[in-house]
C-alpha cells in the first residue's frame, strides 16, 4: 500500500463527507428514525469494504454493520480480505454468525434493499422492502406483491414507514 494509515483515514473523511453526506437519500435519515423509536435493531449489510462503509453507517446513526473486512498488518492496509468476504453466499453467513451472537431474539425483520444481489437476505426477510430498485429486483418484488418505495425525490421516511409496517406488523 503505498499510502500511510493517517492519510487514508484523511481522505475516507473527506470522501464521505463530500461525496457520500451530500447523496444520502432525502428520506432515509427519517425512515432510519422511525424504525429506531419502534426499539427495532438497525444493521447494514454490505458488500462494500468496511473501512468505506463505517462512517457511512455512523453517518446514519446506524451501530451494527457487516462488511467486507480489509486485511490490517501491522497498521496497514493490504489490500487482501481478512476473514468471510460479506458478498453472495458470505452475507447469509455473516448474518447468520451475526445472529447466533445476539441476545436478542428478532421476531420480525424488516429487509431494505436496492439490488437484485440481496434477494437471498430479502426472501429471508419477514417484509422485504425493494428501495430504488435495479430493473431485476423490481421485477422480481412486483412479482412478490413485496413494496416498492422511493426514498427520493421528496419522499417522507416515516409515511414509507407507518405504510411498509402498518398492515405487516
Known sequence: ????????????????????????????????????????????????????????????????????????VDGNYTGAIAGIPCFQDGKITRLDNWLAEQTQRFEKVWGYSDSHNDLPLLERSDFPVAVDPDTKLQDVATERDWPIVSLRNGADGAQIFREVTSSKS
Open 1 to 72: 500500500i503505498e499510502h500511510p494509515t493517517s492519510t487514508m483515514l484523511a481522505l475516507r473523511k473527506r470522501f464521505v463527507s463530500e461525496c457520500i453526506a451530500p447523496i444520502v437519500a432525502p428520506a432515509a435519515p427519517s425512515l432510519i428514525a422511525a424504525h429506531r423509536e419502534r426499539g427495532d435493531a438497525l444493521l447494514i449489510i454490505t458488500a462494500t469494504n468496511s473501512f468505506v462503509t463505517t462512517p457511512i453507517a455512523e453517518l446514519l446513526g446506524i451501530d451494527d454493520l457487516l462488511a467486507t473486512d480489509p486485511e490490517f
